[in-house]
C-alpha cells in the first residue's frame, strides 16, 4: 500500500457499498484508497470494512480521512470505528439514509450519495474535519488534570514559543495549569522578550521531573525518553521527523510543513470563530523565523496560514518581537566571524571561535545570513562551546537532500545532531580538532560539510555505515 513518492500525502479513504465510482476530488490533495469487496487492484484495498485489521496499512504518521458510503447508519459507524481503532485521529464523513448530525469530534453525517458528494470539492470541508478531530484529541487528553506542562526544546525559538502560547489558547488554560517548559536555557535575547511580551515565561527543568508527570504535551520537539510504563502520558505536535524512544497518546508529526505554527494555525481555525491579534502575532512571527520569510522549506499550508494571520496580527506588536538585541560584544563577535568567512563551492562556513554556551544563539544567526551570500546553498554557523564543536546547519530545503541528512552524515564519526530539511544542529567532539587554530577548524568543518553535500548528492553513505539514530538537539 506503500509509494515512496507521495508517502507523505494525505489519504482519504472510501469504503461503500454500491458500485465503486470513478470520480476524484478535485485538486489532488489526497491519495485516494478506496474499499473493494472483491479482488484489489490498483488504488483498492480489500477486507472486512468493520474489522481494525483491514486499516493497519494506514500506521505511518500521515493525516487521514474517511468518507463512508452505506445505507445503515450502525454499519457506517462500525466502519469508522475499525479505522479510529488504528487511526483516532482520523476525520470520517459519513454518508446514510439517517445521517444528519455533526457531533463536533471530527465526524460529520450527511444525508446524500457518494457520487454526488465527490462531484463537489471537499478539500476544504475535509481540512476542517481533520483540524477538529485533532483538536478533540487533544481536549481530551488534557481532560480532568490540574496541571499539564506544555514542552518545547532546549533554547525555545519563536516557533517554540508560538505554538505552546497557541496550545495555551486552544485548551482555555491559564499559565499556571499549563507552564511552558524545557529541558534547556532559553539564551537569545530577542526570543526571551518575546516570552515576556506574550506572558509566557519558559522554566527549565530536568528529566528527574519530567518523569513525575502525570501528562505533558511535547510541542515543535518531541520527548525521547519519557513516557513508556514510568513516565508521562504524551502527546505530541511537532513538523520535525520522526525520533525514536517515546510512545505518544496523541501523535501530530508533519515534517513537510515549515513550522509548527502552521499546524497550530490550522487548529485554531477548525475551532475558533476568530483569533485574537496576539495569537495571530505570535504565530505570525513562528512561521516568519522558522521558514525565513517563507523562502525556505515551506509548503502550500504554511503560505496559507501565513497569509491568514498576516491580516489579523498586530504590526507594533510584530515589531517588537522582531526587533534585535545583541550586546556589543555580541556584534563585534559575530563580525569577526562574518569577516573570516571560508566559501568553497557553494558551502559557506562562518567559525566563531570561542564561545560561552549562552552565546550558542549566534550560530543560527550566521548560519542564515551566509545563506544569503551568492551562489551559497548550503551553510554553516560554528563555534567551540565547551568540549564540543556546536554548529548551526541551513539549507533552502527545496531539494531532496536537506540538512537533517547532512547532520547524521557529519555524525558518523561521533556526536549528536539533527533536524529536518531547512535546518539542523550537530554538536561534533572538540577532541577531534585539537591542536588546530580557529582558522582550520574553520577549514576542516568546510572540508567535511563539502564531502558531505557531495556524498549526499551521489547518493551514497560514508564507508558504507548505516544511518544512525542520533539524539537531536532542536534549534
Known amino acids: 500500500m506503500s509509494d515512496a513518492s507521495d508517502a507523505r500525502r494525505p489519504v482519504l479513504v472510501i469504503v461503500g457499498d454500491g458500485s465503486e465510482p470513478r470520480e476524484r476530488l478535485r485538486g489532488g490533495v489526497r491519495r485516494v484508497r478506496r474499499w473493494s469487496k472483491g479482488e484489489p487492484t490498483g488504488d483498492s484495498f480489500g477486507g472486512d470494512p468493520v474489522h481494525s485489521e483491514t486499516y493497519r496499512w494506514l500506521a505511518s504518521p500521515r493525516s487521514v480521512s474517511l468518507v463512508v458510503d452505506v445505507d445503515d447508519r450502525d454499519r457506517a459507524e462500525r466502519i469508522a470505528a475499525a479505522l479510529r481503532a488504528v487511526r483516532p485521529d482520523a476525520a470520517v464523513l459519513m454518508l446514510c ?29 475535509l481540512e476542517r474535519l481533520e483540524g477538529e478531530r485533532r483538536v478533540w484529541l487533544l481536549r481530551a487528553f488534557a481532560e480532568g488534570v490540574a496541571t499539564l506542562p506544555i514542552l518545547v526544546h532546549a533554547d525555545p525559538d519563536p516557533d517554540a514559543l508560538a ?53 505533558l504535551i511535547a510541542v515543535d520537539t518531541q520527548p525521547a525518553g519519557l513516557g513508556g510504563p514510568h513516565g508521562p502520558r504524551l502527546a505530541v505536535i511537532d513538523h520535525h521527523p520522526l525520533v525514536p524512544g517515546y510512545d505518544a497518546e496523541v501523535l501530530d508529526l508533519r515534517p513537510e510543513y515549515g513550522a509548527t505554527a502552521t499546524m497550530l494555525t490550522e487548529y485554531l481555525r477548525a475551532v475558533e470563530r476568530g483569533i485574537g491579534q496576539t495569537i495571530a502575532t505570535a504565530l505570525l512571527y513562528g512561521i516568519r523565523t522558522d521558514t525565513d520569510e517563507l523562502r525556505r522549506g515551506v509548503t502550500a499550508a504554511d503560505v496559507a496560514a501565513y497569509a491568514f494571520l498576516q491580516e489579523r496580527a498586530d504590526p507594533g506588536l510584530l515589531r517588537r518581537f522582531e526587533r534585535p538585541a545583541y550586546t556589543p560584544a555580541a556584534a563585534r563577535t559575530l563580525g569577526r566571524g562574518m569577516e573570516r568567512v571560508r566559501i568553497v563551492e557553494d558551502v559557506a562556513v562562518c567559525h566563531l571561535g570561542k564561545l560561552d554556551a549562552e552565546w550558542a544563539h549566534l550560530l543560527p544567526e550566521a548560519a542564515d545570513f551566509c545563506l544569503d551570500i551568492e551562489g551559497v546553498s548550503w551553510s554553516v554557523g560554528s563555534a567551540v562551546i565547551g568540549a564540543s564543536i556546536e554548529a548551526a546547519l541551513r539549507h533552502p530545503g527545496r531539494d531532496g537532500s536537506g540538512v537533517d541528512a547532512l547532520a547524521k552524515w557529519l555524525i558518523q564519526d561521533g556526536g549528536t545532531g539533527g533536524g529536518h530539511a531547512a535546518m539542523a544542529r550537530v554538536r561534533l567532539p572538540r577532541s577531534t580538532f585539537e591542536g588546530r587554530t580557529d582558522d582550520e577548524v574553520r577549514d576542516e568543518l568546510a572540508r567535511r560539510i563539502t564531502d558531505g553535500v557531495e556524498s549526499l548528492r551521489s547518493g551514497t553513505r560514508r564507508r558504507g555505515e548505516a544511518e544512525p539514530s542520533p539524539a537531536i538537539p532542536r534549534e
Do not use: K, W, Y
Open 97 to 125: 439514509q439517517d445521517c444528519t448530525d455533526q457531533p463536533g469530534d471530527g465526524t460529520l453525517a450527511r444525508a446524500g450519495r457518494l457520487r454526488d458528494v465527490l462531484r463537489l470539492d471537499l478539500d476544504d470541508e
Open 163 to 215: 505554538s505552546a502560547f497557541a496550545v495555551r489558547a486552544l485548551l482555555s488554560a491559564s499559565p499556571e495549569s499549563m507552564p511552558i517548559v524545557s529541558r534547556g536555557a532559553m539564551r537569545r535575547p530577542e526570543n526571551r522578550r518575546m516570552a515576556e511580551l506574550l506572558g509566557s515565561p519558559v522554566v527549565q527543568v530536568g528529566d528527574a521531573e519530567l518523569h513525575r508527570l502525570e501528562r
